[in-house]
């Protein structure tokens, strides 16, 4: 369900939420089922290919509706919603609706992560911080940024992702939900974070996407689709891709008509053809009759 953005529409949420993970972990008792276990020591994040030019994110999170080519303004509020996902993961979401700015503000602050072992504090400064997300520094984006890390840090989410088989793959602990940014404080131009060493999980067995960071700074203009799907090509190693035009609407969050929004798609694929993210972009009819976008990854 969703819930408008008003102070009274958030009451009970974390109630909601709680009432929620208990159901999750005595679902997970019966069935046996041990969550992934907690990392009881202070893990680094360390990726293979993370450098100064890319920026990493979960493949099962890159690939949900978590992040959304939202238009600004007022959004939503949201407990125990179901994200679009691939079928073998259930992520369940509370918090804000969050858009594409959000994820560059979320890539970069586990960027700024791998520098400290996962569950201590992360320090960086706030203008050097929105310099590396490609804006710019005074009052009103240091304002933007703040509200941002308020809506990762109210941000919750409970994922399950099992095997083809049923057997569970990926579970974090259900006894409470997880967090994108755990907490953070602000003191003379300086922030102080907190990701929660689970997150560590999220990244194993290399199921993560690496996003060309240099690209994603040269988008133009309103290209905030173009940049949501650059993530959902960097889930994949597969060279030719394609997504059913009904199921990347959904993911999209987008709730206008179809032929709206196969224009819109169509733009998105010439923004990231023209960046050289993928050649080939086009909208086609597949042997099954389903609308689907094609494009080949560089």
């Given at each position: 369900?969703?819930?408008?953005?008003?102070?009274?529409?958030?009451?009970?949420?974390?109630?909601?939420?709680?009432?929620?993970?208990?159901?999750?972990?005595?679902?997970?008792?019966?069935?046996?089922i041990k969550p992934t276990p907690k990392i009881e020591q202070p893990t680094r994040l360390f990726?293979?290919?993370?450098?100064?030019?890319?920026?990493?994110?979960?493949?099962?999170?890159?690939?949900?509706?978590?992040?959304?080519?939202?238009?600004?303004?007022?959004?939503?509020?949201?407990?125990?919603?179901?994200?679009?996902?691939?079928?073998?993961?259930?992520?369940?979401?509370?918090?804000?609706?969050?858009?594409?700015?959000?994820?560059?503000?979320?890539?970069?602050?586990?960027?700024?992560?791998?520098?400290y072992p996962l569950g201590e504090r992360i320090i960086f400064k706030r203008a050097a911080f929105?310099?590396?997300?490609?804006?710019?520094?005074?009052?009103?984006?240091?304002?933007?940024?703040?509200?941002?890390?308020?809506?990762?840090?109210?941000?919750?989410?409970?994922?399950?992702?099992?095997?083809?088989?049923?057997?569970?793959?990926?579970?974090?602990?259900?006894?409470?939900?997880?967090?994108?940014?755990?907490?953070?404080?602000?003191?003379?131009?300086?922030?102080?974070?907190?990701?929660?060493?689970?997150w560590h999980a999220m990244y194993s067995n290399s199921e993560f996407a690496m996003v060309d960071?240099?690209?994603?700074?040269?988008?133009?203009?309103?290209?905030?689709?173009?940049?949501?799907?650059?993530?959902?090509?960097?889930?994949?190693?597969?060279?030719?891709?394609?997504?059913?035009?009904?199921?990347?609407?959904?993911?999209?969050?987008?709730?206008?008509?179809?032929?709206?929004?196969?224009?819109?798609?169509?733009?998105?694929?010439?923004?990231?053809?023209?960046?050289?993210?993928?050649?080939?972009?086009?909208?086609?009819?597949?042997?099954?009759?389903?609308?689907?976008?094609?494009?080949?990854?560089?």
């Open positions: 369900m969703d819930l408008h953005s008003t102070p009274s529409a958030t009451v009970g949420v974390r109630d909601e939420l709680l009432a929620e993970v208990e159901a999750l972990q005595a679902r997970w008792r019966a069935a046996g990726l293979p290919g993370l450098t100064d030019i890319m920026r990493a994110m979960p493949n099962h999170i890159a690939r949900s509706s978590l992040f959304a080519p939202v238009a600004p303004g007022r959004k939503k509020i949201y407990k125990d919603k179901v994200l679009v996902s691939r079928s073998d993961a259930i992520i369940k979401f509370w918090g804000e609706q969050l858009d594409e700015s959000q994820a560059d503000v979320w890539m970069q602050a586990m960027y700024e992560a791998r520098k929105l310099r590396a997300i490609g804006r710019h520094t005074g009052n009103y984006e240091y304002k933007w940024l703040h509200r941002a890390l308020l809506a990762l840090s109210f941000a919750m989410i409970v994922i399950e992702v099992r095997t083809r088989d049923g057997k569970l793959k990926l579970g974090i602990d259900p006894t409470r939900a997880l967090h994108l940014i755990d907490k953070f404080d602000f003191e003379d131009g300086t922030y102080a974070i907190r990701i929660d060493p689970r960071w240099n690209k994603r700074l040269q988008f133009g203009l309103h290209q905030d689709m173009a940049k949501a799907l650059q993530r959902l090509v960097a889930t994949s190693s597969d060279p030719e891709q394609r997504n059913a035009l009904d199921w990347l609407k959904s993911k999209l969050e987008y709730t206008g008509r179809k032929t709206d929004f196969e224009d819109a798609i169509s733009r998105a694929m010439n923004e990231l053809v023209r960046l050289e993210i993928i050649r080939d972009g086009r909208i086609e009819v597949s042997s099954k009759g389903r609308t689907q976008a094609v494009w080949t990854k560089l």
